[in-house]
């Protein structure tokens, strides 16, 4: 597959939409804090303990799992499943704790990934460059984050909760509070494992999703998009590599359809389902036909 475009003009027009001004700018203090975590990563590694790689995994669990997959993803952006909303803002929060930005921010950016992917308009498309698809996006353009404003119009559902409308603006917070408090209990070490290192492993597996499963592995589904069913997305993602599963059903709460396909966060929800705290649980099969609008 050519690339539309050559990797540094990417022809990104969500931040029009947006109303990004400067599009192809260098964001400094979105690149500082990205190099910072990782600066954090690569010395969290010369700090091994048992313990603090315990932390590290239960927090990317209870962060990019509970807050990213079940949470952003297949809870607030496509509403798959329903839960009392305390746990609807508890998976908020902890999807703030990824660094991943606020709620509004991340809903909005993935539903207009949904309405245009690979097409011009997707926030992030390989068609643009697999380095942009995976972070060259976040790196460029006005740090929007925090216009919630702005964001809230691609997210009405969010923006009518004042709790979301805060969280988005102070989506960082969590973070550092989380950061002084591991640093309080296990010094520099353990705040590096769990803050930088955690962080910095929750990101690219997640941008995993928008890099290559848009551009390798397989598909099930003739869907208009370049999306593919990876594997081993899948497993450092908690089941979100199920990617062409995913575009062919968006509202489906399973994306591994097929008995062999790992899906963690559907596990959890089945979990929460069985215990009467999941309703209206929303699920595609192999065999379910694509919408008119999602097929090639
Ligand atoms: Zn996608
Ligand atoms: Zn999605």
């Known amino acids: 597959m050519a690339p539309r475009v050559s990797p540094e003009k990417p022809q ?15 964001n400094f203090a979105t ?28 927090l990317l669990w209870f962060c990019t799992g509970l807050g990213i997959s079940m949470g952003y993803h297949r809870l607030h952006t496509h509403r798959s499943y329903q839960v009392p909303l305390p746990l609807e803002y508890l998976f908020a929060v902890c999807g703030a704790l990824t ?3 606020g709620p509004i921010f991340w809903v909005a950016t993935h539903r207009i990934h949904h309405q245009k992917s690979d097409m011009p308009g997707d926030p992030h498309s390989p068609r643009d460059g697999g380095w942009w698809a995976h972070v060259g996006w976040i790196l460029v353009g006005e ?18 909760h004042r709790f979301y409308v805060w969280l988005n603006d102070w989506h960082w ?12 209990i296990g ?47 899948a497993l450092i993602t908690f089941g979100e590599g199920w990617h062409n ?9 399973r994306h591994g359809l097929a008995w062999y396909e ?27 036909p694509l919408a008119e609008r999602d097929a090639a």
Request: net charge positive; with cysteine; charged share 15%.
């Open 99 to 101: 660094f991943e930005g």
């Open 31 to 58: 690149t500082l804090v990205m190099v910072i975590l990782h600066l954090g990563a690569i010395a969290a590694l010369f700090m091994f303990s048992w313990t603090n790689l315990a932390v590290a995994l239960f």
């Open 245 to 253: 599963n995913h575009h062919a059903h968006p509202t489906s709460a």
């Open 143 to 160: 740090a929007k984050h925090n216009n919630t404003r702005l964001m809230a119009k691609y997210a009405p559902d969010l923006a009518k």
């Open 187 to 233: 010094g520099l070490p353990l705040m590096l494992w769990g803050t930088c290192l955690r962080v910095v492993i929750g990101l690219h597996a997640t941008w995993l999703v928008n890099s290559a499963t848009h551009m390798w592995g397989s598909r099930r589904f003739p869907t208009r998009d370049d999306s593919r069913n990876s594997w081993w997305v």
């Open 173 to 184: 917070l969590p973070n550092v509070l989380l950061a002084g408090l591991l640093f309080a």
């Open 12 to 26: 990104n027009r969500a931040f029009d939409l947006l109303e990004f001004p400067e599009k192809q700018k260098l």
């Open 262 to 288: 790992l899906d963690l966060s559907w596990i959890q929800i089945k979990i929460l389902r069985y215990f009467g705290i999941a309703k209206r649980v929303q699920v595609a099969k192999i065999t379910t």
